[in-house]
């Protein structure tokens, strides 16, 4: 079983950058893929990232390829979610999450965590 906790959002201006950390428990964190999805008020959830067990391979949603990048640190159990060129439209509660597949579907996911807000102001 895995745990995973959100940390790092908050109010920032159109074209700022944040770095979100999802900090895990678990022996097995590093045999998980790891996912950011983001929900906005009103709007269904959204995959932004995904990231294989072994950090080999990322996969980006279109409206945030090329500005977020997705990495992870197994020694610390870590995942992390830069946003660089951030929009208005980036606002929503961002969540990460662990599956066996580094799909963009969240049903292939079976631990959350609680999510944080990020806030873009313009």
């Known amino acids: 079983q895995v745990q995973l906790v959100e940390s790092g959002g908050g109010l920032v201006q159109v074209g700022g950058s944040l770095r979100l950390s999802c900090a895990a428990s678990?022996?097995?964190?590093?045999?998980?893929?790891i996912a950011w999805f983001r929900q906005a008020p009103g709007k269904e959830r959204e995959f932004v990232a995904s990231?294989?067990?072994?950090?080999?391979?990322?996969y980006y949603g279109d409206l945030v390829k090329g500005r977020f990048t997705i990495s992870r640190d197994n020694a610390k159990n870590m995942v992390y979610l830069q946003m660089n060129s951030l929009k208005p439209e980036d606002t929503a509660v961002y969540s990460c999450a662990a599956g066996l597949y580094s799909g963009s579907y969240d049903e292939s996911y079976h631990y959350w965590g609680q999510g944080t807000q990020v806030t873009v102001s313009s």
């Open positions: 678990g022996r097995t964190f590093s045999s998980y893929a």
């Open positions: 990231i294989t067990s072994s950090g080999g391979r990322t």
